[in-house]
């Protein structure tokens, strides 16, 4: 065969090898990207504003309001 057929030969090796690569290099950056996307769209939880506000705790139970728990003084 003649050089110039090798050499073609040669050069579309290499175009098809480094082609192949990107490509592969491109998959995983996309899947890893999908998985950060995916954790920024799960902490929407986060941003959700408080919807009642905070009343102090007087250090009472069931004294004043209602406490959610058992009242330790109904035995």
């Known amino acids: ?3 110039l057929t090798w050499i073609a030969i040669g050069v579309g090796a290499s ?14 950056l996309g899947l890893i990207a999908r ?9 929407d939880w986060a941003e959700i504003p408080i ?17 959610l728990g058992p009242e330790f003084g109904a035995l």
């Open 1 to 3: 065969m003649p050089v």
């Open 51 to 67: 919807s009642r506000e905070a009343v102090p705790d007087e250090g009472r139970v069931g004294k004043g309001r209602r406490s």
């Open 15 to 28: 175009f098809l090898l480094t082609t192949a690569v990107a490509l592969g290099v491109a998959r995983v």
């Open 35 to 43: 998985d950060v996307s995916g954790l920024y769209a799960g902490d």
